[in-house]
Each structure stands twice: as structure tokens, then as C-alpha cells.
């Protein structure tokens, strides 16, 4: 016998629970399957944008637990400090396990949505009739399938969805400590070695530390133990955690840019990192996957009304238009700062330029949440401008010797 439902949702992460809640609210019947154990853990920076922290609200789901942010602030790799601080409200940084519970808490709330943990979903076939899946030896048939099954998505692969190419090899781990947190910001340090550490206040008494490296500067950390060279590309910061216990198992993932020819197909549509994701260095993720899953009831629920058993690549299309103008001001942001972590002298100058005008900074941040594009002109003239006065003497006028990188 074959159950039928209005969607699937493959993956119970932050993505998948969020996306629950909107197509449950519109009144579908929903299927949401996990394959691990709820509360889900996973490697990241943990470090929630005040637009996800709005996000989270308009889905319902409490943001009291974690630690209150008000910032990002860059060290340089010649120890240069600036601060931006967010334009408006406060971001959170957050352990996933506690996400995970609240956006469960909020999830179980709607009666029309079905939740199963420790559940792999196997993709089977699809038809004019609808998709066919196996959850825990059962056939069920959708109208819809979800993939919100992270950045390795097998239902972007099943889709033909998968666009292999990259241009980004960067891995990322992270690991938690018991230590008070030092600032109420995402401290960002940059390193000469193509590695940043990026620390988040998660608790009264805990820090999560994330890394994230390029492939080519594999060098920097090939033959020592994977943390510990690390470590040693950021003395100060191995310094004021030197004897303080870790209290989670280090957890790593990569390679980070994963690429879709698109988010949609016949009866298919990708959100969260499935949808594709570039990289953590600007820590959007999260922000960008709750604004997928509002955007469903607009974008969604209107193709859902047609009755019709698979919904139709062409009536996705609102999602795909949607999905692309999100994540767009987001990517341009990280394709600017991986430009830094390539390019040492530049980041001196642009944290340089930062400090001088932390108005910038808080513009930039702006863009990264998706609010406007770093390349507006007033905001692109202004950092070129910036970056102008940080050259040093005599650099315009070619004087041998005047330029030194720094
Ligand atoms: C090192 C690092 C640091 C980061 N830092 C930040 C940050 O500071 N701020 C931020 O906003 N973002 C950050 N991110 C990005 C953020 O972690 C992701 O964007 C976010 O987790 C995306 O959520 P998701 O639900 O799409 O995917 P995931 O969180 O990966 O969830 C996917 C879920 O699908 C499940 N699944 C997979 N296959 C199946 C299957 N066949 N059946 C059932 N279930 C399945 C998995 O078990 C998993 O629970 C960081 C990422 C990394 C790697």
C-alpha cells in the first residue's frame, strides 16, 4: 500500500524544520524525515545574523537561549582590529543542538506536520503521479519533494540537480570551550596562511571556535594532527584558550561550495545548503535558509492549490526567481571576503579601511544579510575610496620601493 502526502521533506536540519512550519501553516500535509537523532549537531560557526534572529520570530520559534551578538569584529593579520556593528537589532550566536530543539518545539506545534527522526529517506521514482520514496520500509508517494538534506544533497544528485564544478576548495572545523565569553561579537581573525578563526559566544560559559582553510594551503597544517596546526597559524588566540577543556568533539566538513543548476525541477525543490551554498566565511547561512522557507508561502503554496499530483517544474518557478535574488547580495559578500583570505595585504588594508569608517563595516554587514549589494555605488565607492587612502606613500606615484603589501 502506498501512503500519499503533499510533500516530503528529506532532512530535519535548520532548513527542513523551517520549511515544515511554513508549508504546515499553509495548510499541506507534510512528511518531515531525519535521519539522526534530534537535538542535530553539526559543524558550524553558530553564529545567527539579526535578520535569522527576525527570521526565527516570523516562524515562531523562540531565540531566547545562546548569547546576545551586536557584532563582527576583523583582526588583521598584521593585528589591526575594526568592529561592525550590526544596523539593527541583535544577532545570537547559538549552539546547534539548542536551534535544533527550538525550531522542533515550534515544528511540533502544527498538527498537518509529520515528524520522524533516525528515518533515511530513500528517493525510489518519479512519475506523472507524484514521487515515489521508502521512509522506514513504507512507500510513500508526494506531490513534492523537499531536499533540505544539507551540502553532500543526495536529492539534488536524484534530481539531476548537481552542478559538480567549483571554483572554492575550503573545509571548515569547529569545536566548543568552557571559557566566559571575551566580546559580545563574532571575532573574526584573519591569518597569512589562508586559514581564519572565527570565535562565537554561545553560552554564559562557552565559546565555539571554528576554522576554515583553503586546499591549496594544505601545506600550512599536512603532518600534524589537524587542530593543533590550526592553532598555530593564530598564537595570541592559542594563547588565551591555552588550558581551557574543550567540552565538544571536534567536528569537520568540506569541501564547502556546493553548486545547483537550479532549486527546482518536476515535483522537486532544494533549499537551505542543498540549494547550493559557497562558503561559511560570512556566516549567512542560516539567515539565508530561514528567508528560503518564508518565501515558500509565497512562492509555493500558491503552485500547491493546482491539485495536480506532481507540481510542475514551471510553477516552482517564483521559488527559483525568489531563491536566486536571496542568496545573490549574500554570495557577492563572500566572494569579497574569500577575495581577503586569499590576499593578506588587502585584508590589512580593508580592516584598516574598517576601523577608519566602522559605518562601512555596518553597511557590508547590511549586504551580507541580504539587505542591499556591497557593489552599490555609494557603498563600493566609499571602501574603494578608503582602500585609496590606506596605500602608502608614494604608492600612486610608482616610487620604488614605496608599496610593501602591508
Ligand atoms: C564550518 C562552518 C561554519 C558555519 N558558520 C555559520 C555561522 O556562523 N552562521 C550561519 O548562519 N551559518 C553558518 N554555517 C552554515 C550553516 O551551518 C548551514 O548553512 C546550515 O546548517 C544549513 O542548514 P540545512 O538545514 O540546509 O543543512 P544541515 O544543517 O546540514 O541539515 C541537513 C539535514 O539533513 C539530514 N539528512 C541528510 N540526508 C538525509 C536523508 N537521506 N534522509 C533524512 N535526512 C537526511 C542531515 O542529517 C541533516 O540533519 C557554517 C557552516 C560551516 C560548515
Not at 571536534?250 to 564547502?256: D, E, K, Y
Amino acid at each position: 500500500m502506498v501512503q500519499t502526502t503533499d510533500a516530503v521533506i528529506v532532512g530535519g536540519g535548520p532548513a527542513g524544520l523551517a520549511a515544515g512550519i511554513v508549508l504546515a501553516r499553509v495548510g499541506l500535509r507534510v512528511l518531515l524525515c531525519e535521519k539522526k537523532v534530534f537535538p542535530v549537531d553539526k559543524a558550524c560557526g553558530e553564529g545567527l545574523m539579526p535578520a535569522g534572529v527576525y527570521h526565527l520570530r516570523q516562524l515562531g520559534v523562540g531565540v531566547e537561549v545562546g548569547f546576545p551578538l551586536a557584532g563582527v569584529r576583523y583582526h588583521s593579520p598584521d593585528g589591526s582590529v575594526a568592529t561592525g556593528s550590526f544596523r539593527s537589532g541583535a544577532g545570537r550566536g547559538i549552539r546547534r543542538t539548542a536551534l535544533s530543539r527550538s525550531l522542533l518545539d515550534a515544528a511540533r506545534q502544527h498538527r498537518s506536520l509529520c515528524i520522524l527522526e533516525n528515518t533515511p529517506v530513500q528517493l525510489e521514482q518519479r512519475s506523472p503521479e507524484g514521487i515515489e520514496v521508502r521512509v522506514g520500509g513504507e512507500r510513500v508517494r508526494t506531490r513534492l519533494l523537499v531536499g533540505a538534506d544539507g551540502l553532500r544533497s543526495g536529492v539534488r544528485r536524484w534530481a539531476g540537480l548537481d552542478q559538480p564544478r567549483r571554483r572554492h576548495w575550503r573545509w571548515g572545523v569547529r569545536q566548543h570551550y568552557r571559557i566566559a565569553p571575551w566580546s559580545d561579537c563574532v571575532e573574526v581573525y584573519w591569518s597569512r596562511l589562508g586559514v581564519e578563526a572565527y570565535v562565537t559566544p554561545v553560552a554564559e560559559e562557552q565559546v565555539g571556535v571554528a576554522f576554515l582553510w583553503h586546499r591549496e594551503r594544505r601545506w600550512a597544517v599536512r603532518g600534524r594532527p589537524l587542530l593543533p596546526s590550526l592553532w598555530a597559524a593564530f598564537p595570541e588566540l592559542a594563547q588565551r584558550l591555552q588550558g581551557v577543556p574543550a567540552v565538544t568533539a571536534a567536528r569537520a566538513i568540506g569541501p564547502l561550495q556546493q553548486r545547483s543548476r537550479a532549486v527546482v525541477a518536476d515535483g522537486v525543490l532544494l533549499i537551505g545548503d542543498a540549494a547550493g551554498y559557497l562558503d561559511a566565511i560570512t556566516g549567512e547561512g542560516l539567515s539565508l535558509a530561514f528567508a528560503q522557507a518564508l518565501s515558500l508561502s509565497e512562492t509555493v503554496a500558491p503552485a500547491m492549490q493546482a491539485q495536480t499530483p506532481l507540481v510542475s517544474r514551471q510553477a516552482l518557478a517564483r521559488y527559483q526567481q525568489m531563491t536566486s535574488a536571496l542568496m545573490r547580495p549574500a554570495n557577492q559578500m563572500t566572494e569579497l571576503a574569500l577575495l581577503l583570505s586569499r590576499f593578506p595585504g588587502l585584508c590589512n588594508r580593508v580592516v584598516r579601511a574598517f576601523r577608519a569608517d566602522p559605518a562601512l563595516f555596518q553597511e557590508l554587514l547590511a549586504a551580507n544579510m541580504g539587505m542591499q549589494s556591497p557593489w552599490q555605488p555609494p557603498v563600493a565607492g566609499r571602501l574603494f575610496a578608503r582602500l585609496l587612502l590606506t596605500l602608502p606613500d608614494g604608492f600612486l606615484q610608482g616610487r620604488p620601493g614605496a608599496a610593501t603589501g602591508q
